[in-house]
Nanobody
Framework: QVQLVESGGGLVQAGGSLRLSCAAS????????MGWFRQAPGKEREFVAA????????NYAGSVKGRFTISRDNAKNTVYLQMNSLKPEDTAVYYC??????????????????WGQGTQVTVSS
């Protein structure tokens, strides 16, 4: 079992930055791939970024590439999402998720079997 708790969301002006954190419980964190997804009101949940268990491989949605950076600290059982140059269209509830390491940096939500409760990010124009 892996329990995930996100933090760091909030209200920020367009062009600003936020860093999301996701703390994981359990001893298997270092053997999981981690991902971030988001869901805006009235829209489907969408992939944002993923990172392999060692952190050596990453994957990003085209809409955030160059602005967002995913990283992880296995010693702290934590994955991060640094979000820069935020836009109003980045407004959503952001979720972290864990997937078996064999799936790599998958962008498919179906591959992730543990999910956090989400943290709200609101970007004002």
């Amino acid at each position: 079992q892996v329990q995930l708790v996100e933090s760091g969301g909030g209200l920020v002006q367009a062009g600003g930055s936020l860093r999301l954190s996701c703390a994981a419980s359990g001893r298997t964190f270092s053997s999981t791939s981690m991902g971030w997804f988001r869901q805006a009101p009235g829209k489907e949940r969408e992939f944002v970024a993923a990172i392999s268990r060692s952190g050596s491989n990453t994957n990003y949605a085209g809409s955030v590439k160059g602005r967002f950076t995913i990283s992880r600290d296995n010693a702290k059982n934590t994955v991060y999402l640094q979000m820069n140059s935020l836009k109003p269209e980045d407004t959503a509830v952001y979720y972290c998720a864990a997937a078996p390491a064999r799936l790599g940096v998958t962008l498919s939500a179906a591959g992730y079997n543990y999910w956090g409760q989400g943290t709200q990010v609101t970007v004002s124009s």
